[in-house]
């Protein structure tokens, strides 16, 4: 599931964009398919939406603090004002200042609040700073077992090649769990690569889906919405059976970088780089060997979003070790899935992972 930033911005996004382009036609920007684009103007429109994501997580406002809703292109709100000087200033200081890489970012300052906080906090008892710590990861020195040698202990704790190469489909049944609410989940996955998740909600079914190339969404009394970047690499990572033993072959470099405790778990950190994409961070129980976090992030304009996913709760299926339970949390929310059944190697159709053709005024050619 990816992060929504909320259901009218979606939907507002989409009513601006008009017609799906042809497949031949040149990508976007975001200036030619949304109104009234001042700063953002040159970024491919796929990306606007994950701009604005980044912009809700560092600020910890939601979508109408800076615009109307229902006219998003409106300028009515002086913080889209200030949203834009801020996001020009920005720009510049990474320009003058760091030869344009980006180093600073809505988040530098703001850390969750509109106001950003210019003193700093006094010390007590309950002072964790996770959010210095969050920095320093690149700064470790490398200790502990190659990280060649931690894949393959991860691979032989879930049950090893042979076990693994054997999954060609799993259908797992659980529930999905969001503060005090639990809902029925049912998974489906099946080589090469194609997921679907469904959540029956009391208005209908949620749905998440990958068939291998391409990612949809399906959210009761709405239109369906494409995977774009990285959810459609997230995705293919989550529809992955034999992810244990791919892993290996995943990164250009992996360096493990000490040891962390998660809960009561002793880990080695790992952090893997991979060509063209944003690198993952990996923590593996020093003792069993298996995956106990993922951390992946999602490139923006603006910045990069993490995911961070727990795995817990392993059980044997069918002859390999899997996470009954995992939870998985980003900057704006987090929930939990709980398995309570599994069935390796069953048959699945391939149109469970097909994504329902558009309605019949969306397929209407361009005027």
């Known amino acids: 599931m990816v992060l929504v930033v909320s259901a009218f911005v979606i939907d507002h996004a989409r009513a601006q964009s008009g017609t799906a382009q042809a497949s031949t036609s040149a990508p976007k920007t975001a200036a030619e398919q949304f109104k009234n684009i001042q700063v953002l103007k040159d970024i491919p429109a796929d990306q606007l939406i994950p701009a604005m994501q980044f912009i809700t997580a560092s600020l910890g406002k939601e979508c109408e603090f800076c615009h109307v809703q229902g006219a998003f292109e409106k300028d009515d709100k002086k913080p889209k004002q200030t949203a834009r000087k801020m996001m020009e200033m920005m720009f510049a200081i990474n320009k003058d200042n760091f030869a344009g890489h980006r180093e600073v970012t809505c988040y530098s300052c703001h850390r969750g609040s509109a106001d950003p906080v210019a003193t700093p906090v006094v010390m007590t008892e309950e002072t964790k700073s996770e959010d210095m710590k969050a920095g320093e990861d690149e700064e470790k020195p490398a200790s502990g077992p190659a990280a060649e040698q931690l894949f393959a202990k991860y691979l032989n704790a879930v049950g090893g090649a042979p076990a693994v190469e054997k999954v060609n489909s799993r259908v797992m049944k659980g529930t999905i769990t969001f503060g005090d609410r639990n809902i029925?989940?049912?998974?489906?996955?099946?080589?090469?690569?194609?997921?679907?998740?469904?959540?029956?909600?009391?208005?209908?079914?949620?749905?998440?889906?990958?068939?291998?190339?391409?990612?949809?969404?399906?959210?009761?009394?709405?239109?369906?919405?494409?995977?774009?970047?990285?959810?459609?690499?997230?995705?293919?990572?989550?529809?992955?059976?034999?992810?244990?033993?791919?892993?290996?072959?995943?990164?250009?470099?992996?360096?493990?970088?000490?040891?962390?405790?998660?809960?009561?778990?002793?880990?080695?950190?790992?952090?893997?780089?991979?060509?063209?994409?944003?690198?993952?961070?990996?923590?593996?129980?020093?003792?069993?060997?298996?995956?106990?976090?993922?951390?992946?992030?999602?490139?923006?304009?603006?910045?990069?979003?993490?995911?961070?996913?727990?795995?817990?709760?392993y059980r044997d299926a069918g002859g390999v070790k899997i996470p009954f339970r995992w939870t998985l949390a980003r900057p704006g929310g987090r929930f939990t899935i709980q398995v309570s059944d599994v069935k390796e190697n069953v048959p699945v159709d391939d149109g469970k992972f097909a994504k329902p053709p558009a309605p019949a005024e969306e397929q209407k050619p361009a005027k």
């Open 184 to 313: 029925p989940i049912d998974i489906y996955a099946k080589g090469p690569n194609k997921r679907v998740s469904i959540t029956h909600t009391p208005d209908g079914d949620s749905i998440t889906a990958f068939d291998g190339h391409e990612g949809w969404l399906g959210a009761p009394k709405r239109p369906v919405r494409e995977m774009h970047g990285p959810d459609i690499d997230a995705a293919a990572m989550d529809a992955d059976l034999q992810f244990p033993e791919h892993l290996k072959d995943m990164f250009s470099q992996a360096e493990v970088r000490g040891t962390e405790k998660i809960g009561d778990t002793e880990t080695y950190f790992v952090v893997g780089r991979r060509e063209g994409k944003t690198p993952l961070r990996l923590y593996f129980d020093e003792k069993s060997g298996l995956l106990v976090r993922l951390v992946r992030f999602g490139e923006t304009p603006l910045g990069r979003l993490p995911t961070q996913i727990d795995y817990a709760d």
